[in-house]
């Protein structure tokens, strides 16, 4: 079965700073989907960035960019030049390509909060 | 309206009441879930449509009953429920339920207290 870890239950970062949130899996495959999303306490979830295993790039989405190390199965998230409204609960997430019955069914992690501090 | 709604976005209900929630997504997505997110817990995936047919029902009580009328419309009807079923219940949609194009999209959430 796949998990998803997020170690770190509370980040904080200041205002203009650099932040790296956290996310290990573990799974057997070897082609899926790994990303990040942000609940503000509005609780609309948005996704942040996604990342294909089989790319060795990483991901980048303007300020958000991933460090995805596949061997380690590491999947982390900076966020550069934080703003105010980075402020939320960030989940990492993991979905396999294809394969059984896995339809589309993504595993999270417990969730990361942010603070901004002005 | 765009993206995924979600109504009512708040519920008050007993336990021998039958209440049902909505989603309507305006995406053009042929897959839609049910997810169910507690404080402190992850996000449980509960139930999984591809183009209206359930493709996963992960071991959900009976007292949740989703239906599916078009890819559009997502419904969980709900009875019988415990407090332990208070919860934000979200909904989400993609484009395909899996492959390339499993990029899902979530409705804001009807958070559910049962008294």
């Known amino acids: 079965a796949q998990t998803v870890t997020q170690s770190q239950p509370e980040m904080s970062v200041q205002e203009a700073e650099t932040v790296t949130l956290s996310c290990t899996y573990d799974?057997?495959?070897?082609?899926?989907?790994l990303f990040w999303y942000k609940q503000p306490p509005s609780r609309q979830m948005i996704l942040v960035i996604r990342?294909?295993?089989?790319?060795?790039q990483n991901a980048t989405e303007n300020r958000f960019s991933v460090n995805f190390q596949k061997a380690a199965k590491s999947f982390s998230l900076k966020i550069s030049d934080s703003q105010l409204g980075d402020a939320a609960m960030y989940f990492c997430?993991?979905?396999?390509?294809?394969?059984?019955?896995?339809?589309?069914?993504?595993?999270f992690g417990q969730g990361t909060i942010l603070t901004v501090h002005p | 309206e765009t993206g995924v709604t979600q109504t009512p976005r708040h519920l008050v209900m007993g336990m021998t009441n039958k209440k049902s929630l909505k989603c309507e997504q305006h995406?053009?997505?042929?897959?839609m879930y049910w997810y169910k997110q507690s404080a402190k817990k992850p996000l449980e995936l509960m139930f999984v449509?591809?183009?209206?047919?359930?493709?996963e029902n992960n071991s959900v009580p009976s007292r949740f009953s989703p239906e599916c009328p078009n890819s559009s419309h997502l419904f969980l009807h709900l009875h019988t429920l415990q407090p332990e079923d208070s919860a934000l219940y979200l909904c989400?949609?993609?484009?395909?339920?899996?492959?390339?194009?499993?990029?899902?999209?979530f409705g804001p959430g009807t958070r559910l207290t049962v008294l």
């Open positions: 989400a949609s993609s484009l395909q339920s899996r492959g390339p194009n499993n990029e899902q999209f």
């Open positions: 799974t057997s495959e070897s082609d899926y989907y």
């Open positions: 990342q294909e295993a089989y790319k060795q």
């Open positions: 995406l053009g997505h042929n897959a």
């Open positions: 997430a993991y979905v396999p390509h294809a394969g059984g019955t896995s339809y589309g069914k993504l595993t």
């Open positions: 449509y591809s183009l209206e047919e359930r493709v």
